[in-house]
């Protein structure tokens, strides 16, 4: 009987810790209701996502400048956001990293990348670093798909743009383009989480 006990005790109690690190990790979680913030665009303005009142949701991308990944991405990120904010789903880019410990990655840095490749896109800097770490992200480039549902933006699809990092074309997978098509037409994403892959943010 003590046996059976003790047994019952540590199943008990693994249970309980593997909850309490599932509810302790960072960020936000596929279902949660991402707040609102403000940060400074590369025009100087403050951006929030309340200015957006037509949008139906929103792609929001932390990137940098440097990160080779962020980098091989760009062309798509500008197409993504051509295509899908005449549908409501405008992408906002985030730059998380400290310009401190990561070199290029400073406010005038952010300025002239975005005249360079000619982002159709807001470029926001995360001063303080105080947002990235509300969501969760860990990797530039790192996806977060907010969809408005009841005034709310519910977060519906986590994680990478596509499986093939370097050539779009090899890409087998468009997991942002395949979850905002669903979107679109009112039904939820079949996949609503991949893992990122990138640089990690320099803190």
């Known amino acids: 009987m003590k046996k059976i006990k003790a047994i019952l005790f540590l199943t008990l109690l693994a249970v309980s810790t593997a909850f309490t690190v599932n509810k302790a990790s960072p960020g936000y979680e ?43 991405y760009e062309d798509r990120i500008i197409a993504i956001d051509k295509k899908y904010k005449n549908l409501g789903y405008p992408v906002i880019a985030i730059n998380p990293n400290n310009p401190e410990v990561s070199k290029g990655d400073d406010f005038v840095s952010m300025q002239k990348r975005a005249k360079d490749k000619g982002f159709t896109f807001p470029y926001l800097f995360d001063d303080g670093q105080k947002i990235y770490p509300q969501y969760g992200a860990k990797y530039t480039p790192h996806v977060f798909v907010l969809n ?56």
Not at 149 to 156: E, N, R
């Open 148 to 203: 408005k549902v009841d005034g709310d933006l519910v977060v519906a699809y986590i994680g990478a743009i596509d499986s093939n990092s370097s050539d779009e074309s090899k890409a087998e997978n468009k997991f942002l383009e395949d979850a905002l098509d669903a979107l679109v037409v009112g039904d939820n994403p079949e996949i609503t989480y991949t893992k990122a892959i990138g640089c990690t943010i320099k803190k």
């Open 30 to 72: 596929v279902g949660d209701v991402a707040t609102d913030f403000s940060l400074k665009n590369i025009d100087g303005k403050m951006v929030s996502l309340s200015d957006y009142d037509d949008a139906n949701g929103f792609v929001v991308i932390f990137t940098c400048n440097h990160c080779p990944f962020s980098i091989a």
